[in-house]
């Protein structure tokens, strides 16, 4: 405890000491810094033209009120109209384009996987992509889509490239 003691005057005397050292210092500094000038005054803004004001947006008419609609009669049953099939415009003389024919097996519910599929079972090394353009008489762009998808679905293989067979 005395140790401790002793300990704390000798502290206190030396912060004393610090303490008178550190006003000389600060004295000096005080001596060396000439006397603070006047703060100038700061220059008024530049006074910038007022925006235009924005027009006052004009009111909306009310929305006219609508008569309520009658309701539709239901219309009169009609009898199925007869299907056109390529045989009966082969009758008619009526000249067909592949693409025809192949909207017409659509219509009957033959898609484009179906014909794409057909075409490429029909044959058994397996069918190039411009043979196929001419069997199918798709666009380039439905062709690549439908062989496409049945080589997702696993119906169709690549054999090499531009060649498929059914799997």
Do not use: C, E, F, H
Not at 9 to 38: C, E, F, R, T, Y
Not at 55 to 64: C, D, L, N, Q, T
Not at 68 to 82: F, I, L, T
Not at 126 to 140: E, F, M, N, R, Y
Request: hydrophobic content about 40%.
């Amino acid at each position: 405890m005395k140790k401790v003691k002793a300990q704390l005057k000798v502290l206190s005397k030396n912060l004393v000491s610090l303490s008178k050292q550190v006003d000389k210092i600060s004295k000096q500094v005080d001596k060396m810094q000439p006397a603070a000038k006047p703060v100038a005054k700061r220059k008024p803004a530049v006074k910038r033209k007022p925006v235009a004001k924005r027009k006052p947006v004009a009111k909306r008419k009310p929305a006219v009120k609508r008569k309520p609609v009658a309701k539709r009669k239901p219309a009169a049953k009609r009898k199925p109209a007869a299907k056109r099939t390529p045989a009966a415009a082969a009758k008619r003389g009526v000249k067909r384009t592949a693409a025809a024919t192949a909207r017409t097996r659509a219509a009957r519910g033959s898609t484009v996987l179906d014909s794409v599929l057909n075409a490429i079972k029909r044959s058994k090394k397996g069918v190039s992509i411009a043979q196929l353009k001419a069997k199918t008489s798709l666009d380039p762009r439905q062709l690549s889509n439908a062989l496409y998808k049945l080589s997702k679905k696993g119906t169709i293989v690549a054999k090499s490239r531009g060649l498929y067979v059914a799997k």
